[in-house]
């Protein structure tokens, strides 16, 4: 782990990251359950990239704007999504806030945290991300836009247009790919033939950096940087975080693409475990500590699975709200 006092973090910042780190692991792991229950339909899991959300999400500023991708869960708790917000877009529930119960979940979207909606069609987001980072520019704000996506992602003509447009207007936008090495099965070796994703970085005229997705302290690092560097009118960043996908690519995936020996190593790798394994060596946190914030996540989790699953679902009559215009054409 990155020495956490070289990057401004005290003990209490890093126990505030565990207790998110694991908040979003217990939330996705829940919803694993019910999923193989038959009591939710769909689940895209954020397992071993907590160290990179968190890292993420800790190093952000109040007004600052996200654009997230699906596997964001742990970021998007952090930045103020609460579990039963989630559990209620898992369920397809009225009061979903996303959507109402109409959208798949993972579809994240939270206004007044800053957390733009979404869509399916992977790597819009970045477009999102970069038109807000021209509107801070353009209005003198010291805010950054942040989008998130899979190195999978990063071959698609949005990733491309959106930086170029970034690196052209010298924006306040940080971009972050969260390379778990495969693109649902597709691994990496097939999908670029870079060395790392943020070689790319130079020919769009931005910063580029390669981290340890693994090791929350150096990614608030390298993301408290790349956001002092936009606010000061220094340009984006593409920082790309090595991070570790413990699941399959969703619940209705067959990762058998994966060999045995790859998935025992990828647990080892577990960045919720080298976390916590890395406190207690360092005498920084007590073990009796992580008992009792691991109960209370547990808690809060039990909580909104109960209160979701007992709220209502949608009315029928809802089914074209939101759909079509109302009202009709207006003759003049």
């Known amino acids: 782990m990155k020495d956490y006092q070289s990057v401004g973090l005290e003990i209490e910042d890093l126990k505030n990251m565990y207790r998110a780190m694991d908040l979003g692991r217990k939330l996705d792991e829940r919803m694993w359950l019910l999923n193989r229950a038959g009591k939710i339909p769909f689940v895209i899991s954020c397992q071993g ?15 600052d704007v996200t654009s997230p991708y699906y596997r964001d869960l742990a970021l998007v708790t952090y930045l103020g999504m609460t579990p039963l917000e989630t559990m209620l877009s898992a369920f397809g529930k009225r009061d979903d806030i996303s959507s109402g119960g109409k959208q798949m979940p993972s579809h994240f979207s939270k206004k007044e945290v800053g957390i733009m909606s979404q869509g399916s069609s992977v790597a819009t987001q970045i477009l999102h991300a970069v038109g807000a980072a021209l509107t801070f520019k353009m209005d003198g704000k010291s805010q950054i836009a942040l989008t998130t996506l899979g190195e999978g992602s990063s071959n698609q003509g949005d990733f491309h247009e959106g930086l170029n447009f970034a690196g052209v207007h ?33 020919g769009y005229g931005m910063y580029g950096e390669t981290i340890d997705g693994n090791d929350p302290i150096a990614v608030y690092g390298a993301i408290k940087a790349a956001r002092e560097r936009a606010v000061n009118g220094e340009g984006a960043s593409l920082i790309e975080a090595l991070c570790t996908r413990l699941t399959a690519h969703s619940s209705d995936d067959d990762d058998r693409y994966r060999t045995s020996e790859e998935k025992t190593m990828d647990k080892e790798n577990d960045c919720n475990l080298k ?11 007590d073990a009796a500590w992580f008992e009792t914030i691991e109960k209370e996540n547990q808690q809060l989790v039990h909580q909104a699975t109960k209160e979701a699953e007992a709220a209502p679902y949608p009315d029928p009559s809802e089914t074209y709200l939101h759909v079509y215009e109302e009202g009709g054409l207006q003759h003049g």
Do not use: H, M, W
Not at 49 to 63: C, D, M, V
Not at 275 to 285: A, M, T
């Open 49 to 63: 990239q907590e160290a990179t959300q968190i890292g993420t999400a800790y190093a952000l500023q109040k007004g």
């Open 170 to 202: 010298n924006l306040p936008f940080i971009c972050l790919i969260e390379n778990n090495k495969y693109a649902i099965s597709v691994p990496k070796e097939f999908q670029y033939g870079a060395e790392y994703l943020s070689d790319r970085a130079k």
């Open 275 to 285: 976390f916590k394994q890395y406190l207690i060596e360092q005498s920084l946190v």
